[in-house]
């Protein structure tokens, strides 16, 4: 029977899940116990163990094995499964300013069109770019590469991020809270309202580029959506709307997925360094930024802000958001399976220190607020610890004899980096300090 692209590109996100869990040799895919059948372990889950119980005891043995199994488990029992790359990608510079920053930076708008159908799901990149490299602590050698850049998605739009009237505006549905929002859309009246969270500029400064999109370009952040990527497949694979199976990735999947198809356009633009990608995102898109880089090998560092449950702070944990809460809040951001964990969350056959080992051996930092207690600073910094025997197996320090939670505004650790910082949740200057401190170590 002839499939029409759409069909195989929806057919794609269930057979991936079976494809990963036999290069793993485990059973095929949907075959999982339920949740139900699953034994309780209230203990951290150790990474290096497989679930059938078989320790892992090299490096072959964790990528070949081990590495496809936990990224299974995890699209099967939590975020569901991830899509395939679309067969079909075009990336349109629709703007470019030489002139950005007073001359300092380069912008480019970029649309990045997923699928040959316009009225499809678009993401709408703004890359800005250096126009020199720093004077200091610049060779000769890194002057001749690209840049190292950020990616991340905003909250609220890219045209909220620097004050400059010709970024486009975003079209498509947007949170009430939004700077200037009226009535779900983004108005002229958001221009430049949040310069300070990304602090573009002082990227610039350091000799980064910056590259980010409104998360809302590629999904709407609400249940039952009608509009975004999900829906339009659905529609597509002749299921109701805002229907899809139990198996389809939730939102936190599809945005992770975008980083991705983001950072297929930025290997390709020839200002920027492919080996140096940054991965960064808060909250809720701190969430999406670990998962995109579990399972995206091209970027080089991933940078998770107070990404709490669901992200970088255990299943398990006592302290901050539950599985619980998390799945009544946000039903729509995890698949259907991580619901029945509500009740009992030891019975998950791993955790967050299993999703931040899928990193390795690529540098993680993790940052946190000694305010915001719902987003568990403690337990998150446990699972860098549990994470930390998969790096030492992998030949490269984890926390490098971090033992205990550091005092505020220390960045500790190697290729296992934590800070803590006094205020709220929130995503400020001083982050960023951080992040650019960590990346002249782990993107030199």
Known sequence: MHLNPFAKIFRSFVLILALAVGIANMRAANSFPDVAALPSHPEIPNPLVMFDGTPVTNATQWFEQRRPELKALFQNYMYGVMPSAPEYEHFKIERVDKHFFGGKATAKEVTIQLFKDINAPAIHLLVVTP???????????????????????????????????????????????????????????????QVNVWNIKRS?????????????????????ATTGLRAWLAQHAGSAPNRMPPT??????????????????????????????????????????????????????????????GGTAPSRGKIGESVKVINQSFPHWFNDAFKKFGGDPSHLPFDQDCLIALVAPRPVVIGQTT???????????????????????????????????????????DHLAYFIRPGK????????????????????
Request: include cysteine.
């Open 425 to 444: 949740h929130s995503m400020t200057t001083l982050d960023w300090k951080f992040f650019l401190d960590y990346a002249d170590r782990m993107l030199p």
């Open 248 to 309: 389809a990735g939730g939102d936190i999947a599809i945005w992770a997925w975008s980083l991705s198809r983001a950072a297929d356009y930025l290997v390709t633009d020839q200002t920027l360094d492919a080996k140096r990608i940054a991965v960064v995102g808060h909250s809720r898109l701190g969430k999406a930024t670990i998962l995109a880089a579990a399972f995206d090998e091209r970027f080089a560092v991933a940078m998770p802000l107070q990404a709490g449950c």
């Open 204 to 224: 610039i400064d350091r000799g980064y580029a910056v590259a980010t999109f409104y998360y809302g370009d590629i999904e709407p952040d609400t249940n039952n």
């Open 371 to 413: 305010e915001d207690t719902w987003s568990n600073p403690t337990g998150t910094f446990e699972m860098l610890q549990a994470a930390e025997p998969v790096y030492r197996l992998l030949g490269v320090n984890g926390l490098d004899a971090q033992q205990a939670m550091p005092e505020t505004n220390q960045l500790v650790g």
């Open 131 to 193: 126009n020199t490299h720093p004077n200091s602590s610049s060779s000769l050698e890194k002057k001749s590469r690209g840049f190292p850049v950020f990616l991340g998605m905003n909250f609220c739009g890219n045209h909220t991020l620097a004050s400059d009237t010709n970024i486009a505006l975003p079209a498509s549905w947007m949170a009430e809270g939004c700077p200037g929002c009226i009535d779900y859309h983004a108005t002229d009246a958001g221009r430049g309202a």
